[in-house]
């Protein structure tokens, strides 16, 4: 009775309804949430106890969210400031409701948690996005968040209006409100608030409000101190140039840019999955990179090392902006020397910026899908259309073009790019004997292997096969929960970093060559020049051609898409993973340990780990400098 009477003399009955109505609510659609999230994580069989643990933020952010409204309740009784607050209160519910059910979402398709840097980089970009929410977002989450937030809109009110007609009027009771009880309640909500933020080693063990609101402090005050103050300069190959040398060749170069392609599914690199059953023929007679990677998972960041020689901006934004690009870059290099250039997409020029992306390499033509005639090809991603697609307006092309001058090309396919649509393209459907949706991207790699054929035999069939060099690679690699990461944004282990790399030429590598070193994709452009014969003048490159020998001591860095999320190394066959606080750093040999479950960091000297780490802090501010810093 006393408990009772204390909560009678800090809201009428009316006001606790109306309360009520929605905050009971509010909290089970948010555990609900967080519990479906914890259950469905890949790999996770930790059960019930985990799952309750990791709901500890979001159980302590409820509290707190639910003390601090009863107190501006109790505060605003009536007039203008309890229409003010009683407004709040909805607005406030909404936005929680749309970030929670969006940190569902995100962490459904991605596999990592959404946070401040993902929201702060995409959130300008909106146009960019919509694609993704109008395909991949299911329509029953569009009706569920619709439902929640018709509910947090009107259904107090309209809760209160029943119970109001089932009991009769409302006591005409006003509580005899001191301030000590708001106070009260509100210092509750603070404690429990501090308990939200403060809980969870990792960003899946917070409440996604709170997780927003932490990464954002994070982000906001990180420092690298002793990296910070790295000067922007110019880059070494800003002023690049090519000259002509007794061996110089101009053969024409295309470069086959395959989306989210990871090495372990295609054949020549795995010969117990028969996908890309002509990628493995050409292998036979081209130099294949048995250890190549990307450094940031991400089309857009690809392109760059691929086409320009140079590591990518590790933030967002650069390669989309005019001379965003610190070096001179393939197209520009070989337009100097004659060529031709062109840029053909099977995607939309809006996948990731790709019509800026190609200006800003030098490119002269560009044909994104909406240049093509789409009349019975098949949409097989968020953006585009099966790859088949370029095939007509890259014979018109090859016919029409200036056939004095040699030319660089490059294809740009879509279709391993999530969702994975590839089940009626005219390759059929194979059972490899996988989840649906493995299935169904292996079914799109050999889909592409089959565009990769018809384009270089359209290569022959115009007669321009033998002067030709084309470089296959893949852009990025892609995760399906093997290490309870989804796509390849922020899959920072091997299945979202290590590519396929292929470079055939006629007259090279007939017998089939191999690189066992470590290499990235900048090293493509000195190895393009090296094939043709060109020497660099005012400038240097930081890759290698793969005609040398790669040094040994080599150490390639890596980094996520989101910012501080993540950063790896790879030295000699050790790979050292920072996850910046969000779970424990990692450490695995490669050589015994291909799949990287066995985590050795706790086995090894803390100051080594702290050495690779800095390392890494070091590496970052180096290269985002070049690009005028962050």
Not at 5 to 20: I, K, P, Q, T
Not at 276 to 287: C, I, V, Y
Not at 404 to 420: I, K, N, Q
């Amino acid at each position: 009775m006393k408990v009772l009477g204390f909560l009678g003399m800090l809201l009428s009955r009316r006001d606790w309804v109306y309360l009520l109505s929605l905050l009971v609510p509010f909290a089970v659609y948010n555990l609900a949430l967080k519990a479906a999230s914890a259950v469905s994580r890949p790999g996770d069989d930790g059960g019930i106890v985990r799952t309750l643990d990791l709901m500890q933020s979001d159980v302590f952010f409820n509290l707190a969210y639910a003390l601090l409204w009863i107190g501006l309740f109790a505060v605003a009784c009536r007039g203008l400031l309890r229409r003010v607050v009683v407004v709040l209160f909805h607005v406030v519910t909404v936005l929680v409701l749309v970030v929670t059910t969006c940190a569902h979402e995100y962490l459904r398709q991605n596999g990592t948690t959404l946070d401040y840097g993902t929201v702060a980089e995409w959130i300008p970009k909106f146009e960019e996005i919509k694609p993704i929410l109008t395909t991949d977002v299911p329509l029953f989450a569009w009706i569920v968040l619709a439902g929640a937030l018709f509910y947090a809109t009107l259904g107090p009110w309209l809760l209160t209006r029943a119970v109001k007609r089932w009991r009769g009027r409302f006591p005409a009771e006003t509580p005899n409100v001191s301030f000590l009880g708001p106070l009260g309640s509100w210092i509750l909500a603070l404690g429990f608030g501090s308990l939200a933020l403060l809980t969870g080693a990792t960003t899946l063990e917070r409440d996604p409000v709170t997780n927003m609101i932490r990464t954002g402090i994070e982000y906001a005050t990180f420092e690298e101190e002793a990296y910070a103050a790295v000067p922007p300069g110019e880059h070494p190959a800003a002023r690049a140039s090519l000259t002509q040398t007794p061996g110089t060749e101009k053969r024409n170069v295309v470069l086959i840019h395959l989306e989210s392609t990871r090495a372990r599914s295609v054949t020549p690199y795995n010969e117990y999955l028969d996908t890309t059953p002509f990628l493995d023929e050409l292998a036979e007679s081209s130099l294949l990179v048995e250890q190549a990677y990307t450094t940031v998972p991400r089309s857009s960041k690809a392109s760059v090392e691929v086409n320009c020689g140079v590591e990518p901006p590790l933030y967002p934004g650069p390669e989309f902006e005019p001379d965003g690009i610190p070096a001179r870059c393939l197209a520009e290099l070989l337009k100097a020397q004659g060529y031709g250039t062109v840029f053909f997409a099977s995607t939309s020029s809006d996948m990731d910026n790709f019509g800026a992306v190609a200006d800003g390499f030098g490119y002269e033509e560009f044909y994104p899908s909406e240049t093509m005639d789409t009349t019975g090809f098949q949409v097989t991603n968020t953006f585009g259309y099966e790859d088949d697609i370029m095939l007509e307006p890259s014979r018109e092309w090859l016919e029409n073009r200036d056939k004095s001058r040699p030319f660089l090309a490059e294809y740009f396919t879509g279709t391993g790019h999530y969702a994975y649509e590839c089940s009626s393209l005219r390759t059929g459907f194979e059972d490899y004997g996988e989840p649906d949706e493995v299935n169904r991207y292996l079914n799109c790699l050999r889909y592409l292997d089959s565009f990769v054929e018809l384009l270089v035999n359209q290569y022959k069939e115009l007669g321009i096969y033998e002067e030709t060099i084309f470089v296959i690679y893949g852009d990025h690699g892609e995760g399906f929960g093997e290490h309870g990461r989804l796509l390849h944004g922020d899959t920072i282990y091997e299945e979202g970093l290590h590519v396929p790399l292929l470079i055939h030429a006629p007259g090279w590598f007939e017998g089939g060559e191999r690189v066992e070193g470590l290499s990235k994709q900048v090293d493509i452009l000195p190895t393009v020049l090296d094939m043709l014969g060109y020497e660099v003048e005012n400038g240097e490159y930081p890759g290698y051609s793969l005609l040398r020998p790669i040094p040994e001591d080599r150490r390639l860095m890596f980094s996520c898409i989101t910012e501080r999320k993540c950063l790896a190394s790879i030295d000699g066959s050790e790979k050292y993973i920072h996850h910046y606080g969000n779970q424990p750093d990692e450490l695995f040999d490669l050589s015994e340990d291909a799949g990287e479950r066995h985590n050795l960091a706790s086995e090894r000297d803390k100051k080594e780990l702290d050495e690779r780490r800095e390392d890494l802090f070091r590496w970052r501010s180096e290269v985002n400098a070049q690009y005028g810093g962050e």
